[in-house]
């Protein structure tokens, strides 16, 4: 609001009524000098008239916004700025026996996130014919390199997660997301799809399946649904998945 209003002119915008005529006059005026009004014609002044309006409604603002962020200032100082924190940490501050058998009404993040990923899931059967296994550095069982670059990276950035985690959706169908994310700032349960052959027609009928399921159950890809591509001529990029996956979960500009 402030560089909005020093790029407007300066007086003050006086309006009033000609009940006569039935028109409204306007006049301007200047700091310190009230009562000396110049006329604007509303032909051909309309634009000075316009700024000056919007100067007295950009102040009014302004007020506004200076008095709600004292009041904002004077709260988070004497809450110490983080209340959420406060709260946590008084848990955090118990020995470990009391720890032991009382509960935290108030979990910090990264307690919350330490509690949601060691809770047991259903997780999706392997075909015990294939021959072929992947490990991630967490020593999770997945299905492809590019599951395990994910994984990995997920891993590095302390996003929490769930691989092949069972979903149950809104129409009773039962489905098995590549990987289940927590997204610490909401405590939320987000999902990423990985389509790694898209070459394969077969593979991506499958695919679109999948995404058309989570559409008609209210999951959207850009709100609660991640997905990323490749194939073999576009491989999956290291440098793009983590810049990705911490644009989305840590919040962080890059």
Known sequence: MEKEISGLPSGILYRCV?????????????????????????????????????????QQVLKSAKSEKEALDSLLH??????NAVY????SSLDEMSRNITDS?????????????????????FDESNTTEFYTNRGERVRSKS???????????????????????QDGTIIY???????????EEKYYEHAGRMTDLGYNKDFMWKL?????????????????????????STSTLEKMLTLLFMKISL
């Open 212 to 236: 058309n399921l989570y559409e008609h159950n209210g999951i959207f890809v850009g709100d609660k649904l991640f997905v990323s591509f490749e194939s073999k001529e576009y491989p999956l």
């Open 78 to 83: 004497y809450y110490n700025g983080n209340t």
């Open 88 to 91: 946590s940490d008084l848990y």
């Open 18 to 58: 000609n009940k006569k005529r039935n028109t409204v006059q306007y006049y301007c005026a200047f700091e310190g000098n009230s009562e000396k009004r110049i006329y604007l014609n509303p032909s051909k002044d309309i634009s000075v008239i316009k700024d000056l309006s919007n100067k007295k409604y950009c």
């Open 105 to 125: 009404f108030l979990l910090s993040n990264d307690e919350y996130a330490k509690w949601w990923q060691s809770q047991e899931y259903h997780k999706k059967g």
């Open 177 to 187: 997301p590549d990987f289940t994310i927590l997204d610490i700032h909401t405590r």
């Open 147 to 169: 599951e395990i670059l994910i994984a990995n990276t997920l891993d590095k950035l302390n996003i929490p997660y769930r691989y092949e985690c069972q979903l149950i959706l």
